[in-house]
């Protein structure tokens, strides 16, 4: 079975630029969550979307973060204008509903902003 | 509110010998639990979780987990560590009470075997 799928899995770009992840969910998932991991922070949850809707996007650091789920198999994590501090490794995850089953992650994209 | 504590940045042990990783947890209602482990640059990866009932949890790898609702804990453990169990583990707890639509993740215990 295909696993979360990200892309890219590498990003470098220079301070200002837009950046923007993909992720493609399991087949059948209908919650949708983007995590941010960093040393200093550990694992962060940004946003999190049922059945393509956003539920919580209390966790987005600020305006510059969007994201968008327009149908059951991708979602995008947007950065305008990148900055150095957005520097860190991106995961999506999905999980099939029901509360006690487990998530699913992709394996990230790091990104790098100089 | 939900928290959950991984006491522990690294745990040193020497392979064959058992291993044990500590969680403690904290939610209004009853807990879902899970434990994760993360290899350098992938994701996380489920290893098990406890929902009800037994509370002796086995999972993946030879991994088992046991749930202590007095101590409010859920400690992982492995009988006879190996040098690939080398990684990042990250317990996990979600309020089933409250819908349990929010994971938390502890911050993570980096686990190192040595040969």
């Known amino acids: 079975d295909a696993g979360v799928i990200q892309s890219p899995r590498h990003e470098v770009t220079e301070m200002g630029q837009e950046v923007t992840l993909r992720c493609k969910p399991i087949s059948g998932h209908d919650y949708l969550f983007w995590y941010r991991q960093t040393m200093m922070r550990g694992l962060e949850l940004l946003i999190y979307?049922?059945?393509?809707?956003?539920?919580?996007d209390s966790g987005m650091p600020e305006d510059r973060f969007s994201a968008k789920m327009p149908n059951a198999s991708f979602s995008t994590l947007k950065i305008q204008p990148s900055e150095p501090r957005d520097s860190a490794v991106y995961f999506c995850?999905?999980?099939?509903?029901?509360?006690?089953?487990?998530?699913?992650f992709g394996d990230g994209t790091r990104l790098s902003i100089l | 509110a939900q928290s959950v504590a991984q006491p522990e940045d690294q745990v040193n042990v020497a392979e064959g010998n058992p291993l044990t990783v500590k969680c403690t947890y904290s939610?209004?209602?009853?807990?879902?639990l899970f434990w994760y482990v993360q290899y350098p640059n992938r994701g996380l990866q489920f290893l098990l979780k406890y929902i009800t009932g037994d509370n002796l949890v086995k999972g993946s790898y030879g991994f088992e987990a046991e749930f202590n609702k007095s101590q409010t804990s859920f400690h992982l453990k492995k009988p006879s560590a190996l040098v690939s169990d080398s990684a990042l583990y990250f317990c996990?707890?979600?309020?089933?009470?409250?819908?349990?639509?929010?994971?938390?993740f502890g911050a993570g215990t980096r686990l190192f075997v040595k040969a």
């Open positions: 996990a707890v979600r309020d089933s009470d409250t819908g349990g639509f929010k994971t938390i």
């Open positions: 995850a999905s999980r099939k509903g029901g509360s006690n089953q487990p998530q699913h």
């Open positions: 939610v209004s209602g009853n807990p879902y």
């Open positions: 979307f049922n059945n393509n809707v956003p539920i919580d």
